[in-house]
């Protein structure tokens, strides 16, 4: 099975800022990669696909880089309303597999 | 309105077995499998599994072989995951999720709300 990692597990900076998360897996998936949020009580939404690809209707501070093992999303303005878990996904093959998750918090 | 319904909470014993349902509307419901995943406490998501609302297979993760079932019903739009032989590490959140394309594409634009499964003596 692909592990995959991320990191920071949790992370806390000011409204405006500049956020990174990275997820790392354990063999190459070139950019099978894929991105979520969830807030409590609420179910996960899709932030990312194909490591870089921005889904619909999310706003465009969000962004995804990377390809093989080493991932990266980024939001370039950091909003109270972006205050979540984000996941990883690797999409390369079955089993998929999910990130541990970084919690978010906007101060 | 696209969305997946899910069926309300449940409390199993163990070696018990859970039946989770979930409704699709807003789309055609044939024409994107549905995955399985689920998540314990204080962890990551765990993909389970999925099927073809269209043919009905089934493909399942290897870790729930044999313990696991899901079917469909095209007449009322309706997915359903079992489980099976519960243990207490099965206690989860249980998510059905829709595939985003037509042919797979392994990641996920829509998400049930989720079915707590508390597993408990």
């Known amino acids: 099975d692909i592990q995959m990692t991320q990191s920071p597990t949790s992370l806390s900076a000011f409204v405006g800022d500049r956020v990174t998360i990275t997820c790392r897996a354990s063999?190459?998936?070139?950019?099978?990669l894929n991105w979520y949020q969830e807030k409590p009580g609420k179910a996960p939404t899709l932030v990312i696909y194909?490591?870089?690809s921005l889904q619909s209707g999310v706003p465009s501070r969000f962004s995804g880089s990377g390809s093989g093992t080493d991932f990266t999303l980024t939001i370039s303005s950091l909003q109270p309303e972006d205050s979540a878990t984000y996941y990883c996904?690797?999409?390369?093959?079955?089993?998929?597999?999910f990130g541990g998750g970084t919690k978010v918090e906007v101060k | 309105q696209v969305q997946l319904v899910q069926s309300g909470a449940e409390v199993k014993k163990p070696g018990a077995s859970v039946k989770v349902s979930c409704k699709a509307s807003?789309?055609?419901?044939?024409?994107?499998?549905i995955n399985w995943v689920r998540q314990a406490p204080g962890q990551g998501p765990e993909w389970m599994g999925w099927?073809?609302?269209?043919?009905?297979?089934?493909h399942y993760a290897l870790k729930f072989k044999g313990r696991v079932t899901m079917t469909r019903d095209t007449s009322i739009s309706t997915a359903y995951m079992e489980l099976s032989n519960l243990r207490s590490d099965d206690t989860a959140v249980y998510y059905c999720?829709?595939?985003?394309?037509?042919?797979?594409?392994?990641?996920?634009?829509?998400w049930g709300r989720g079915t707590l499964v508390t597993v408990s003596s």
């Open positions: 999720v829709k595939d985003a394309g037509t042919r797979p594409t392994w990641y996920f634009d829509l």
């Open positions: 996904q690797q999409s390369s093959g079955t089993p998929l597999t």
């Open positions: 099927i073809n609302p269209n043919s009905g297979n089934a």
């Open positions: 194909g490591a870089s």
């Open positions: 063999q190459n998936i070139n950019a099978y």
């Open positions: 807003g789309y055609t419901f044939t024409a994107y499998d």
